[in-house]
Antibody, heavy 119, light 106 residues
Framework: EVQLLEWGGGLVQPGGSLRLSCEAS????????MGWVRQAPGKGLEWVSS????????YDADSVKGRFFSSRDNYKNTLFLQINNLRADDTALYYC????????????WGQGTLVTVSS | DIQMTQSPSTLSASVGDRVTITCRAS??????LAWYQQKPGKAPKLLIY???SLESGVPSRFSGSGSGTEFTLTISSLQPDDFATYYC?????????FGQGTKVEV
């Protein structure tokens, strides 16, 4: 069974940093691209970042470019999102998700980790 | 940047209704469009990809159509489990853009 477990969220002051983690199990993690999607409270979905199966290539949304960085450790089956210079509008539930090689879309999602940016 | 606009934002329907949600892209995107369903407190679920391909395990009452700039998600006979919010999403090799969502309610 595919499982994605995120952690690392929390309350952080504006300008602060966090590192989100997502541990994968139930599939060969190193074979799949992965991504991050966030959802502000009561709002819609926003794609944040995607990273290739080997971590060689990552793409980020314009809203986070230069502040958020995706990486992965294929030996530890773990995806990371380093988030820097946080702003109030970064407050959201952050989901990690697996990208299907068939559909090229997010076919499995974690339960999300909440990031709250507030002073 | 490509913008995705869904209509309506909210849709009131009853069990058994045929429901159609529209998604428009700000420029032509071929058929690089997916649909997701999200229920309160849950992660989204992929329903449709490449505009009209049904994801494995998704009931056949869900269907997608369209290409270019206009797309539709149709639920042929709404079931109690289908009351949720639906999102379209454009995708390519380097970015993804979601629509703002359509809430299907009683």
């Amino acid at each position: 069974e595919v499982q994605l477990l995120e952690w690392g969220g929390g309350l952080v002051q504006p300008g602060g940093s966090l590192r989100l983690s997502c541990e994968a199990s139930g599939f060969t993690f190193s074979n799949y691209a992965m991504g991050w999607v966030r959802q502000a409270p009561g709002k819609g979905l926003e794609w944040v970042s995607s990273i290739s199966y080997d971590g060689a290539v990552a793409y980020d949304a314009d809203s986070v470019k230069g502040r958020f960085f995706s990486s992965r450790d294929n030996y530890k089956n773990t995806l990371f999102l380093q988030i820097n210079n946080l702003r109030a509008d970064d407050t959201a539930l952050y989901y990690c998700a697996k990208i299907s090689t068939v559909s090229a879309n997010f076919d499995y999602w974690g339960q999300g980790t909440l990031v709250t940016v507030s002073s | 940047d490509i913008q995705m606009t869904q209509s309506p934002s909210t849709l009131s329907a009853s069990v058994g209704d045929r429901v159609t949600i529209t998604c428009r892209a700000s420029q032509r995107i071929s058929n690089w469009l997916a649909w997701y369903q999200q229920k309160p407190g849950k992660a989204p679920k992929l329903l449709i990809y490449q505009a009209s391909s049904l994801e494995s395990g998704v009931p056949s009452r869900f269907s997608g159509s369209g290409s270019g700039t206009e797309f539709t998600l149709t639920i042929s006979s709404l079931q109690p489990d289908d009351f949720a919010t639906y999102y379209c999403q454009h995708y390519n090799s380097y970015s993804r853009t979601f629509g703002q969502g359509t809430k299907v309610e009683v």
